[in-house]
């Protein structure tokens, strides 16, 4: 904070909830000087399955009444729905969180791994103040279709993992760099078949880097910058109101609609997370990053959960 941080960025899942607490504490009383923003949702099973029944009032309502006790406040500026739920379509759970705006629990209303349809029906009901999801010189999904949705409809987009988890910052280049325990090792672009092609890209992007005296690290969170300035990097770490309560007050202002970005139940802890086709990423199946090379057709209503991930055109 004192370097100028302005926003923190958690979840209800990162290390069972242990992130949320961790982040309370080191606040305190300088709460108000931090945008604050958590996540709901992203529960899976032992199968690496989404739980159903996340995106549903009682839950959410319990999930928000937990992050809140952790994060030792009374509101978060940013309220994310970690992965869309597939038992609950997603008005109703976008009307719910309008519902906690109105009450002062939570400032602005935001969406992980959607697609662009997905995110228009959403926006329909309560404007959407962000949607995150993952962007990178490796990893280009977004730009098929979630980048121009949020572009029609104004939403500001965080981009998470802006360094390709660890490709581009150069500290992964064989499995062995990853430790036993690091849930990357699941995650397909890690795998022996996918690694050597994926490190090979993260090495065109260090060669360029070395020609202009900068890090691969440095060179892709500015190309990641000068995309849009709407467009926020994400960096992660290592594996009508209510009178009694006032509203949410926040030094971040969302996009207007004119311009051009825990749990009640217990969580999985972070190094246990599956990173399987089952649970919803920008990962595609095959593994293999790249640039997309063609749009895919827009997601109809069954099929709204990020289309993006299956067609970001890697070999």
């Not at 409809?153 to 500290?171: D, K």
């Amino acid at each position: 904070m004192d370097a100028g941080t302005t926003l923190v960025d958690t979840a209800d899942i990162y290390g069972a909830g242990h992130s949320e607490e961790l982040i309370g504490r080191v606040l305190g009383p300088r709460r108000s000087e931090i945008t604050l923003a958590t996540k709901f949702g992203g529960d899976v099973d032992e199968r690496g399955r989404l739980v159903p029944g996340m995106g549903r009032a009682d839950y959410i309502r319990g999930a928000l009444t937990a992050s809140l006790r952790r994060l030792g406040t009374d509101h978060v500026d940013l309220y994310y729905l970690h992965r869309l739920d597939p038992s609950t379509p997603v008005e109703d759970t976008v009307g719910v969180l309008a519902e906690l705006v109105r009450e002062g629990l939570i400032g602005h209303i935001g969406l992980s791994e959607v697609s662009g349809a997905t995110l228009r029906r959403a926006h329909a009901v309560h404007p959407v103040a962000a949607v995150q999801t993952e962007y990178s010189l490796l990893s280009r999904a977004p730009e098929a279709d979630v980048l121009p949705a949020c572009r029609e409809l104004g939403v500001g987009f965080v981009a998470y993992s802006p360094l390709g988890r660890g490709l581009l910052g150069g500290t992964v280049r064989t499995a062995e760099d990853l430790g036993p325990r690091d849930w990357r090792r699941g995650n397909p672009r890690f795998q022996a078949d996918n690694l050597p092609h994926n490190v090979s890209l993260a090495e065109a992007v260090a060669t360029l880097a070395d020609a202009s005296g900068i890090s691969a690290a440095q060179l892709a969170l500015a190309w990641l910058l000068h995309r849009k300035p709407s467009r926020s990097p994400a960096p992660a770490g290592p594996p009508t109101p209510a009178p009694t309560r006032r509203r949410p007050t926040s030094p971040w202002t969302p996009p207007s609609s004119h311009a051009s970005r825990s749990s009640s139940r217990p969580a999985r802890s972070r190094d246990r997370r599956p990173t399987r086709p089952t649970w919803p990423t920008s990962t595609p199946a095959d593994g293999r990053l790249g640039r997309p090379k063609a749009a895919p057709r827009r997601p109809g209503r069954r099929q709204c959960r990020t289309r993006a991930r299956t067609s970001s055109g890697l070999r």
